[in-house]
């Protein structure tokens, strides 16, 4: 198992950045894909990003694509997101998870969760 502790969650004003941060403890040798993942009220849980631990490749869900960079040291077992003009839209409970299938994309792809952060976007 991999644990995950994110963290910079907060309240900010539309097109303020913000920037998430994951830390991955335990079996990190075994993950091939870290993603961040958000849940709204009332909304399934959707993925925003993720990216491959061994090859860098990275993937954007299509409302984030433009504003939003994920990055990985797998060195320092961290994944952080990079979030710039934030909307309204963006505001949800957003996670960090841990996959050992490279092709992993859905919630149900990911065996490790963080607890979440909160983004909450409003003027």
């Known amino acids: 198992q991999v644990q995950l502790v994110e963290s910079g969650g907060g309240l900010v004003q539309p097109g303020d950045s913000l920037r998430l941060s994951c830390a991955a403890s335990?079996?990190?040798?075994?993950?091939?894909?870290m993603g961040w993942f958000r849940q709204a009220p009332g909304k399934e849980r959707e993925i925003v990003a993720r990216?491959?631990?061994?090859?860098?490749?990275?993937y954007y869900a299509d409302s984030v694509k433009g504003r939003f960079t994920i990055s990985g040291d797998n060195a320092k077992n961290t994944v952080d997101l990079q979030m710039n003009s934030l909307k309204p839209e963006d505001t949800a409970n957003y996670y960090c998870?841990?996959?050992?299938?490279?092709?992993?994309?859905?919630?149900?792809?990911?065996?490790?969760w963080g607890r979440g952060t909160q983004v909450t976007v409003s003027s």
């Open positions: 998870a841990a996959s050992t299938w490279n092709l992993a994309t859905r919630p149900a792809d990911f065996s490790s």
């Open positions: 335990g079996r990190t040798f075994s993950t091939y894909v």
């Open positions: 990216i491959n631990w061994r090859g860098g490749s990275t």
